[in-house]
């Protein structure tokens, strides 16, 4: 069986998804898994066809594909897509994009998706990586499992070569179609397929070998890559996921983008270009002057505050912001998804750790401010204090600092919820409250 190793690796996966094109390699996997389920009837098989309509004969490998499923009582999903001539990813990669949208809508709860590589594509792969400039971890290809967008793809064909499965096709006497479009010398794949790696067989018939052991050891080197900086980022991360710089120091600037890479693109789940590490270095990480740079990207900002680095949403301006607290009882939503301010009210000091706060007279309007107008504030002991010497003395970046909830009991200044407080127990009254702010913004 060509599919053992599928079996052997995940032997309680019993729900498929394969996508199937009508060719020989995925017309070979179903009859493999129509099989295998014959034998053990233990797995549950469905099957999904796009028409690209590339070329005059789509028609015919969908009729193809549907009969082969009537034949055999498997599901098939039939989907159509139009791809235009002219977009930023050419017809190959709008095509795949695509592809990967449908699959994932047509996916059914614990079904993983098969695809129908082959270690030939694989090679075709590398030739592509190359010419589009990719890094160690494109060079080294397709795996055996993936994931993309939370699709889990399996290609249990990836270790053959195509000229064992056309074998195995051959002697069972599977019909398939041979699209016409594998021949269009305009599509990078089929040029590299038709021209250029026939070329190579022709004069190296090893190389076929020789390029998957290359890309074996980039893998492997890409792993062990992905171990450090993978563990580099969870021993200098916060809570929030906000990352430190204090152990930058002593890498070399290879290792240092490498994390940058990983963590931005953890962070964004984007693909992440090398001007913008670029930037990220240089601008935010080695500039002396970083204090007010930000990058944007993804519609969200990078910055710096200290010796940690942020990937934040940019806030909308609420400085005049006010909101009354009428009814303290009831939990008060804050804008700016800041989250939510409760009120407790306790008479005695259960933790000094928490901020306890003077209990309010019931004469006083309670309020809720993200902005200190004036450059000093007034304690209750009449000492001036400067309020951005009270935010650095907490660490609050400056980005942060009109997020704060501050709470005024009449025109007075209490307290920046969760962070400070401008009085300090034991309070003439005895009456203690703690106000908590569930947020994510502070660590």
């Not at 989250?339 to 933790?351: A, D, F, P």
């Not at 809720?368 to 309020?387: M, Q, V």
Request: proline residues 4%.
């Amino acid at each position: 069986m060509l599919i053992k190793k599928l079996f052997s690796k995940y032997p309680n996966q019993k729900k498929f998804l394969i996508a199937l094109s009508g060719g020989v390699d995925s017309t070979v996997l179903l009859h493999q898994l129509i099989i295998w389920n014959n034998k053990y009837n233990n797995i549950k098989i469905r099957a999904i066809h796009i028409n690209h309509n590339l070329h005059p004969h789509a028609l015919s490998a969908q009729k193809h594909c549907e009969n082969i499923c009537k034949k055999n009582k498997i599901h098939i999903t039939l989907k159509q897509i139009q791809i235009s001539q002219k977009n930023k990813y050419g017809i190959e990669g709008s095509a795949r994009k695509k592809r990967l949208k449908i699959f994932k809508k047509n996916l059914l709860p614990k079904e993983v998706l098969l695809m129908a590589h082959n270690l030939n594509d694989q090679c075709e792969n590398l030739f592509l990586s190359l010419k589009r400039k990719r890094g160690s971890d494109g060079l080294s290809g397709m795996k055996f499992v993936s994931i993309y967008k939370k699709i889990i793809i399996i290609r249990p064909l990836l270790h053959i070569k195509k000229e064992k499965i056309i074998s195995w096709a051959t002697s069972n006497k599977i019909i398939w179609i041979d699209d016409p479009s594998n021949k269009y010398l305009q599509y990078d794949r089929n040029f590299l397929r038709n021209i250029i790696l026939s070329k190579i067989h022709e004069r190296w018939p090893y190389f076929l070998k020789n390029c998957i052991h290359s890309m074996k050891i980039l893998a492997s080197n890409q792993k062990s890559l992905n171990f450090f900086v993978q563990n580099f980022i969870k021993k200098n991360s916060f809570l929030n996921k906000d990352l430190s710089l204090l152990n930058f120091h002593s890498l070399p600037i290879e290792a240092i983008y490498s994390i940058l890479k990983e963590w931005l693109e953890k962070r964004s789940s984007k693909s992440i270009k090398k001007n913008i590490i670029k930037r990220l270095h240089q601008e935010i990480i080695i500039n002396k002057n970083y204090h007010n740079k930000k990058i944007i990207f993804n519609k969200k900002e990078i910055r710096r505050f200290q010796n940690t680095i942020y990937y934040i949403h940019p806030y909308k301006n609420i400085k005049k912001t006010i909101l009354y607290w009428k009814n303290i009882l009831i939990p008060l939503r804050l804008p700016n998804n800041l989250g939510e301010l409760t009120y407790k009210q306790e008479n005695i000091l259960n933790n000094k750790k928490n901020i306890y706060l003077p209990a309010p007279k019931k004469i006083n309007s309670i309020s809720i401010r993200f902005h200190i107008s004036r450059k000093y504030i007034c304690h209750k002991t009449k000492k001036r204090i400067n309020i951005k010497k009270i935010w650095q003395k907490y660490n609050i970046p400056p980005w942060m600092r009109n997020n704060i909830p501050l709470l005024f009991y009449d025109e007075i200044f209490i307290a920046g919820i969760g962070v400070f407080s401008m009085y300090k127990p034991p309070f003439k009254n005895k009456k203690y409250i703690k106000i908590i702010w569930t947020t994510n913004i502070i660590k």
